[in-house]
């Protein structure tokens, strides 16, 4: 069992930074679990979803911004559908993975790869082009075997465009990522 | 129907690529049903799940910038899309754009601030309202008698139920009523709004080869013949990774996995060009030719 001492860790600012943020009341978890019981990823998570709630509730930075838990979410909206108080959780998972991002944390690398590449394919072209965040995905994460075995399947069937479809203004689209690093996002 | 619906059409991302046979069969549906599909000019990626994983402000400005170009389009009462991802995108952007603080900050990042005055839709919720399944039913040209479907809505389509307002957002009936009016026989499926893993194919395959390994299983289990799906994504994890999963689980699964788009063509007419058969994984041929033959023996 885990002892924390909540003087010594409650961070009394980061509750109110993730209320803000989220724009959800987390004191308003009375820990029912049903979160968990619906999340289809607890078998994943090194932290079930009801706890962060509570950990949330007990200030627990640190623990959070380096859980798996928050990078393997899927947003999946189960538990936000099924909470009695209404609590928007996927939300609440959301921010802490911005929070996480901005102070430079990768617990789930791969994950955050994936983001990263995806997100990069978009400003360079307005619009995901699949082959070409796979090769970014496998090239920041040197995982050269990354579904191989699906190339035979997927070529003959004509579906993997070798080009990127473009935006006619792909700057326009560049624009909006450049705005929102300038706010000092990265 | 006397008046012709039209519509912003956001084929997404997808629709270019990997389900290029959503895309085809949408259009073809969607003709067929007298829907006319205006595409946004020059549309872009509405963020994806990767956007809002970033930034809300990020992702709402992603996808604001195709809401803002579809205002501009003449005569169309709503924007509609068959992605379910694509779908929550926009409709999340909508829905946080009425607040003028938020959208101050998503407008810091466009080039055009964006209002946000039109509806936007699933392809399935503007066929199931707009047209309505009454309507379907005297447009059938082949019933698909005797296919046994597990229906498979995926878990952002309906839910949040305060944000995607459309269906039932644990017992989803949409397809399984299209499906029921083309003849085809939907199964029961607990599954219905059950995660198949979404994105993590790549990054983390084993949580898509336990999660739409359990699908396939439940699909299975309750007798269908085949899948049908409302998602790109979904459908990829159980047509183009079914090899995966069933050697990670140790399953024998050959379980054809369609669009109801594909379904729906088929039973209203539509030609195997736009329908795309041949674009599916698990090849559904087979099943499709029993079907012809019972058909044929019936009527012999």
């Not at chain 2, 047209?131 to 040209?141: H, T």
């Given at each position: 069992m885990n002892v924390i001492s909540l003087t010594a860790t409650r961070d009394q600012d980061f509750i109110a930074r993730v209320e803000k943020e989220s724009g959800q009341k987390v004191s308003q978890c009375y820990q029912c679990g049903n979160c968990t019981a619906g999340c289809p990823y607890t078998f994943v998570y090194d932290i079930p979803v009801h706890q962060v709630m509570r950990l949330l509730q007990a200030g627990q930075k640190q623990t959070l911004l380096t859980c798996r838990s928050i990078w393997l979410c899927a947003t999946c909206q189960s538990c936000t559908t099924r909470c009695p108080n209404n609590i928007d959780v996927a939300h609440v998972m959301d921010t802490l993975r911005h929070m996480a991002r901005r102070e430079g944390q990768d617990t789930e690398y791969g994950v955050k790869s994936f983001v990263d590449s995806f997100l990069e394919s978009v400003e360079r072209n307005g619009r995901a082009f699949e082959i070409g965040l796979l090769v970014s995905f496998i090239v920041k994460t040197g995982r050269f075997w990354t579904d191989v075995d699906l190339a035979p399947k997927m070529l003959p069937k004509g579906k993997l465009s070798p080009m990127p479809h473009r935006v006619k203004n792909p700057e326009a689209i560049a624009r909006i990522f450049e705005r929102f690093r300038q706010e000092g996002h990265q | 129907m006397s008046t012709r619906l039209r519509y912003a059409y956001y084929p997404g991302c997808s629709g270019q690529g990997t389900s290029k046979e959503y895309d085809t069969s949408t259009r073809a549906v969607c003709e067929a049903l007298n829907m006319e599909l205006v595409e946004i000019p020059d549309w872009s990626c509405c963020g994806s799940s990767p956007a809002h994983t970033v930034d809300h402000r990020l992702s709402s400005a992603l996808a604001g910038r195709n809401l803002g170009l579809a205002e501009m389009m003449e005569g169309v009462s709503a924007v509609i899309t068959p992605c379910p991802s694509c779908l929550t995108n926009l409709k999340v952007a909508s829905v946080r754009l009425r607040k003028p603080d938020f959208a101050a900050e998503?407008?810091?990042?466009?080039?055009?601030?964006?209002?946000?005055?039109?509806?936007?839709?699933?392809?399935?919720?503007?066929?199931?309202?707009?047209?309505?399944?009454?309507?379907?039913?005297?447009?059938?040209?082949?019933?698909l008698k005797g296919l046994k479907l597990a229906p498979y809505y995926g878990c952002i389509m309906n839910r949040p139920p305060e944000v995607m307002e459309f269906d039932d957002h644990e017992n989803p009936v949409a397809m399984d009523e299209l499906m029921d009016a083309v003849g085809a026989q939907p199964v029961p499926f607990p599954l219905k709004v059950e995660c198949c893993g979404a994105s993590y194919g790549v990054a983390r395959r084993d949580i898509v080869q336990n999660l739409s390994g359990k699908l396939l299983d439940m699909a299975a289990l309750n007798g269908a013949d085949a899948m049908v799906t409302a998602c790109p994504l979904c459908q990829m994890n159980l047509d183009l990774r079914q090899d995966q999963i069933n050697s990670a689980n140790k399953t024998t699964h050959n379980m054809p996995v369609f669009y109801f788009t594909q379904l729906l063509g088929l039973a209203l007419g539509v030609g195997e060009k736009d329908l795309g058969f041949s674009k599916l994984c698990v090849s559904p041929r087979k099943l499709l030719d029993s079907l012809e033959e019972r058909a044929q023996r019936k009527a012999g």
């Open positions: - | 998503v407008n810091k990042l466009l080039d055009k601030p964006v209002r946000s005055t039109l509806p936007v839709k699933s392809v399935l919720q503007a066929i199931y309202e707009d047209v309505g399944v009454d309507a379907v039913r005297p447009k059938v040209f082949k019933w």
